[in-house]
């Protein structure tokens, strides 16, 4: 464990069902005058009517709404300033992102954009961004990577075949808007992958070598959530109960990756969805339970805890057996929301394994937080299991 660790998120947030329809009672917690906004917008969100209410609230609070909503699934650096490109002229003194882990993540990004004189590969390439962008409000729709409470914004890398991360403070908000409505017409698809996504950081946080008693905390209480609802949502989608426990675990999951950070699987996910373009959370799914089983010998005590955070039944078994059982519960949530399990689905053969396990090795930041470290070889033989 460090001897020294920090903690920092959203400056407010507000949460439950409906709480985006008080959105313009909050507007004072940007703590400036708010003339114009800027909505970056999840096309499925307008379909739904959320943007509509979203752009009525502000519009009887004298405020200009712009909307945007063509950010890409996993956006690429060009799809996220070509977007900038279309705004760079205007002025906006509020940016609201409304919409899935790609759209706040672009929020993110636009917003420091507006305001620092670096392009997206000039803070790829280390770049510190110096000035705080312009306020934000982030309201996720899907329960997956509690970007709406990270510092992080991932980018795809397209000639690279790789996803990367860009780390600031002034990627934090203004204002957080939990609403699970918004996620109660998710696909089941999108249910399953986002959620496990959000399982994974919390548990990848809670064995990390950063974890500390702070991420811990919330990693815990993220898996436990996830945990006792990930089927519900997944099975029964209208559940809000169902649907708020997973929004909740999802911004816990973000809040321990701030503190703690994720490591090998998220490592070796990264290539997956650059060159193939396989979905995060899926990626994540696949990669989860082999990695954890790689790690094992270390972490066996800590996955005891995760056990009881999941409600495994503890009667009479040994901390080996309880940690076997939590792989094994994750291998099973994997087939029962039918998340695949198969590389070759979607077009990974075995000439593509060496690159791939060298793109990953590339991912330094990630590896180092993993609690064991991994050879090239090693990495090559995870990615073989999901060959078969």
Request: net charge negative; proline share 5%; glycine share 6%.
């Amino acid at each position: 464990m460090n001897h020294f660790y920090q903690f920092f998120t959203a400056n407010h947030i507000i949460s439950g069902a409906h709480s985006l329809d008080q959105l313009s009672e909050h507007l004072h917690l940007v703590k400036r005058k708010i003339d114009s906004a800027l909505i970056v917008a999840q096309p499925a969100l307008q379909r739904l009517g959320f943007i509509d209410t979203l752009e009525k609230q502000l519009s009887e609070k004298g405020i200009k709404t712009f909307t945007i909503n063509h950010v890409m699934p996993e956006p690429t650096i060009q799809n996220i300033e070509d977007i900038y490109q279309d705004i760079a002229d205007k002025e906006f003194d509020l940016l609201i992102g409304i919409g899935g882990g790609s759209v706040l993540d672009a929020t993110k990004l636009l917003s420091v954009l507006k305001t620092n004189d670096y392009s997206i590969r000039d803070l790829l390439g280390g770049n510190q961004i110096e000035k705080e962008g312009i306020p934000t409000i982030l309201i996720p729709s899907t329960s997956g990577t509690g970007s709406e409470v990270t510092p992080n914004s991932i980018v795809t890398v397209p000639e690279e075949e790789l996803k990367v991360g860009i780390v600031s403070k002034y990627f934090l908000p203004k204002l957080v808007i939990l609403d699970p409505m918004l996620t109660i017409s998710l696909p089941k698809s999108i249910t399953a992958a986002t959620g496990m996504d959000a399982f994974t950081h919390s548990l990848e946080s809670y064995i990390s070598n950063k974890a500390n008693p702070m991420s811990d905390m919330f990693a815990l209480e993220s898996i436990r959530l996830i945990s006792s609802s990930i089927l519900e949502a997944y099975h029964h989608g209208s559940s809000i109960e169902a649907r708020e426990k997973m929004l909740l675990g999802s911004m816990y999951g973000g809040m321990a990756l701030t503190s703690a950070g994720t490591a090998a699987v998220h490592a070796l996910a990264y290539p997956l969805g650059g060159k193939f373009n396989i979905p995060h959370g899926v990626a994540n799914s696949m990669l989860l339970p082999h990695v954890m089983a790689f790690n094992m010998d270390v972490i066996t005590e800590k996955l005891v805890e995760v056990s009881k955070a999941m409600g495994i039944d503890q009667a009479e078994e040994s901390p080996e057996k309880l940690a076997e059982k939590v792989i094994e519960q994750i291998a099973e949530w994997t087939k029962e929301l039918n998340i695949p399990q198969n590389l070759k689905e979607y077009g990974v053969d075995e000439q593509d394994i060496p690159h791939l396990a060298e793109s990953a090795l590339k991912v330094t930041r990630l590896l180092n937080n993993n609690p064991k470290s991994l050879t090239i070889d090693q990495m090559e033989k995870i990615y073989r299991i999901l060959l078969p």
